[in-house]
């Protein structure tokens, strides 16, 4: 008597589908719990990006891996010029391990609530949208990483305008779709 050793055709094809499956949920798991535009706004704030940021502006923030451990942390001095139609963001980063980088966006309003953006290592153009007291923008951009080299990440930039000049911002970055881990910044206005 033989012993069958292959699987069943209609085993494997099952197999194939259970793995489809499988992708598919981490997918749409991974694209859950993120903000909306048009989640239910929680103030009757109108945030204007070129008002916040011209003048000087002060950050903190830190990067947390996908598993929630922080990884980095830094301290953003940030300066802006707005001409009527663009704004220049001059951002100065100071991280906890005593490196620094520097990194200049030309923010375009192409309409009420839009925006386009760049800066060196952005590829493509970055776009944005303001509604309510809420700005989100997605980018994908060459970052710099310890060592000297660079890794191209994906952010979905959130940010919402509290009280007194605050300015919370929270962006999740990612790599060939997958999530890396969250970046949480918390801006004042000097």
Avoid: H
């Avoid at 940010?159 to 929270?170: A, S, V, Y």
């Amino acid at each position: 008597m033989a012993i069958a050793t292959e699987t069943p055709r209609r085993f494997r094809i099952g197999r194939w589908a259970a793995l489809g499956a499988g992708a598919a949920a981490v997918a749409a798991l991974a694209s859950c719990g993120r903000p909306s535009l048009t989640d239910e706004k929680l103030s009757d704030k109108t945030f204007n990006l070129e008002e916040y940021f011209e003048g000087k502006t002060v950050a903190y923030g830190q990067f947390a891996d996908r598993f929630g451990t922080v990884r980095r942390r830094f301290k953003v001095d940030i300066t802006g010029e707005w001409d009527g139609r663009v704004l220049t963001l001059a951002e100065d980063f100071r991280y906890a391990d005593g490196s620094n980088e520097q990194r200049i966006w030309s923010l375009t309003k192409t309409g009420e609530n839009t925006w386009e953006g760049s800066a060196d290592g952005v590829q493509g153009i970055a776009k944005g949208e303001e509604r309510g007291d809420t700005f989100n923008w997605g980018y994908t951009i060459d970052l710099p990483v310890p060592g000297g080299d660079t890794m191209r990440v994906t952010f979905d930039d959130w940010m919402w305008l509290l009280e007194d000049g605050r300015l919370l911002n929270k962006a999740y970055m990612s790599r060939y779709g997958v999530t890396l881990g969250e970046v949480t910044i918390f801006f004042e206005k000097l």
